[in-house]
């Protein structure tokens, strides 16, 4: 199956490389084939895809496939949101969707994400039969196919504009009187992305003064990468400046993560926007329930809950596993280190765009700056401090570290002693003092994730130093998850 490989969140893969027109082809016929075995081939799938190079052009080469399998096609008119895609499985009531989105990957790349009948990440039970499939596929070379001509005259492509249907979904969730009585002014960079013009339009039929700053399309994310990051909003930072406005967001490339600053040009944390979002919704709103993170999330959600007397569920790395808490075990929100975020009543899809819009609400709600909720939370309930390293390895190296992670069993850490270890994605060690550290391995690439969260800076950085150490790794690069 040389040149497709099925990751975290799909295939992704450098354009005119792996990600061709044939390739794209036979992942198109795998997924047919899938849907044909679950007998959902009569409800038809919703194609969307980014402003990436040509990826209009494969959105077609996909209907093509699926339509050939007798299978109805909802194709997006234009870029859309990963989440807008989502939510129109549920509208159409379709067998799933398929996006053509890399996400926040640099511009070279494309890729295929499958989002099952459920409207949110496919778990690897979805993943894995469309992969067995897939070898069969590239191995015969099998492609069922109609040109779009056909396609159309058998009433097998129908083309739709899901940002409607959406944007009533979401006025059913998001408090929109309370943000227009407020008149929060807003920034908004969609960085070149798919979710160009939806928080402007939405904002704006609800008189919130909101600018946009990099709201065309580009399919070269003006020379950066379209992730909203703090190292990547440094014009989102001078625009909040220069017009005086209260908050600036930003959404990834297909829309599904976010990034926000303040007017001081301070970026919060994906970690430090779930527990704002959480004292939000449990305070304000009054919610109960349960409270669905990843292994590599804060556990400040964890002691918050603790005194709201709410359950935490913890699940490996990937929003699937969040997505499936909310299904299935009623999480009224649901969030990853990485800057995906849901709540109850949404799709079970992260959602840059809904959790913009939340956050809006939450500085509308309480009439209080995020810096000042935010200081209301650490004092009640400390202030940790996190950090992702990114760690490389040559492909010999990973097997090697990959078993001394399986054999090791420390009793003390940075001078505490440990509590727990867990092998739930990776190994995690949970120290009696509340600390902690993961380390876990890409799927795809020989590197190394070292994620810590301790009371100091100091003990963070200890906890980091010896894992280091014990497991042979090098640094290549850091991420601030928290206060650092």
């Keep these: 199956m040389t040149g497709i490989k099925f990751g975290t969140d799909g295939w992704r893969a450098v354009i005119a490389e792996d990600f061709t027109f044939a390739n794209v082809r036979c992942v198109s016929q795998a997924i047919a084939q899938h849907l044909i075995a679950l007998g959902l081939i009569e409800r038809g799938v919703v194609v969307g895809f980014d402003t990436r190079f040509l990826a209009e052009k494969f959105a077609l080469v996909v209907a093509e496939v699926l339509s050939g399998s007798g299978i109805k096609v909802f194709l997006c008119k234009k870029y859309s949101p990963t989440p807008a895609v989502a939510h129109a499985v549920t509208v159409h009531k379709a067998g799933g969707a398929v996006m053509l989105t890399a996400s926040h990957n640099p511009a070279e790349?494309?890729?295929?994400?499958?989002?099952?009948?459920?409207?949110?990440?496919?778990?690897?039970?979805?993943?894995?039969?469309?992969?067995?499939?897939?070898?069969?596929?590239?191995?015969?070379?099998?492609?069922?196919?109609?040109?779009?001509?056909?396609?159309?005259?058998?009433?097998?492509?129908?083309?739709?504009?899901?940002?409607?249907?959406?944007?009533?979904?979401?006025?059913?969730?998001?408090d929109f009187a309370v943000i227009k009585e407020r008149g929060i002014s807003v920034v908004v960079d969609p960085m070149f992305g798919a979710g160009i013009g939806y928080l402007e339009e939405l904002l704006g039929r609800h008189d919130c003064k909101?600018?946009?700053?990099?709201?065309?399309?580009d399919p070269l994310f003006g020379g950066s990468l379209p992730e909203p990051s703090a190292n990547h909003l440094h014009q989102l930072c001078q625009?909040?400046?220069?017009?005086?406005?209260?908050?600036?967001?930003?959404?990834?490339?297909?829309?599904?993560?976010?990034?926000?600053?303040?007017?001081?040009?301070?970026?919060?944390?994906?970690?430090?926007?779930?527990?704002?979002?959480?004292?939000?919704?449990?305070?304000s709103r009054g919610w109960q329930g349960t409270v669905a993170r990843t292994v590599a999330t804060t556990?400040?959600?964890?002691?918050?809950?603790?005194?709201?007397?709410?359950?935490?569920?913890?699940?490996?790395?990937?929003?699937?596993?969040?997505?499936?808490?909310?299904?299935?075990?009623?999480?009224?929100?649901?969030?990853?280190?990485?800057?995906?975020?849901?709540?109850?009543?949404?799709?079970?899809?992260?959602?840059g765009i809904l959790a913009s819009l939340l956050f809006i609400e939450m500085l509308a709600k309480t009439g209080k700056t995020a810096a000042q909720l935010l200081a209301q939370i650490s004092a009640s309930f400390g202030r940790p401090f996190s950090e992702r390293l990114d760690l490389s390895s040559s492909e010999a190296a990973k097997q090697?570290?990959?078993?001394?992670?399986?054999?090791?069993?420390?009793?003390?850490?940075?001078?505490?002693?440990?509590?727990?270890?867990?092998?739930?994605?990776?190994?995690?060690?949970?120290?009696?003092?509340?600390?902690?550290?993961?380390?876990?391995?890409?799927?795809?690439e020989p590197v190394f994730r070292i994620y810590t969260e301790a009371a100091s800076p100091e003990e963070k950085k200890a906890l980091q130093q010896e894992v280091r150490q014990a497991l042979s790794l090098e640094t290549e690069e850091g991420k601030a998850g928290w206060m650092s």
């Design 109 to 174: 790349y494309l890729g295929i994400k499958f989002i099952p009948a459920y409207a949110g990440p496919a778990l690897p039970a979805d993943i894995e039969p469309i992969v067995a499939c897939l070898a069969d596929i590239l191995s015969s070379g099998t492609v069922n196919r109609y040109s779009l001509a056909k396609a159309w005259e058998k009433g097998l492509v129908e083309v739709i504009e899901p940002f409607g249907d959406y944007a009533k979904h979401l006025e059913t969730i998001i």
């Design 210 to 217: 909101v600018t946009a700053i990099h709201n065309w399309r």
């Design 239 to 283: 625009a909040v400046r220069e017009r005086k406005a209260d908050l600036g967001v930003a959404l990834d490339g297909d829309a599904d993560r976010l990034g926000v600053v303040d007017p001081e040009g301070r970026y919060y944390s994906p970690n430090e926007i779930l527990v704002l979002f959480l004292s939000y919704l449990v305070e």
């Design 299 to 351: 556990h400040l959600l964890d002691k918050m809950a603790a005194s709201y007397g709410l359950d935490v569920v913890e699940t490996p790395v990937g929003f699937k596993y969040i997505g499936q808490a909310m299904r299935e075990r009623q999480a009224f929100i649901g969030g990853e280190e990485s800057g995906g975020v849901s709540i109850r009543g949404h799709i079970p899809e992260k959602d």
């Design 400 to 444: 090697e570290i990959i078993a001394k992670m399986e054999n090791w069993q420390p009793t003390t850490l940075a001078g505490a002693r440990v509590k727990t270890i867990s092998r739930l994605d990776g190994l995690k060690i949970i120290l009696e003092n509340g600390s902690w550290c993961l380390v876990r391995s890409s799927g795809t």
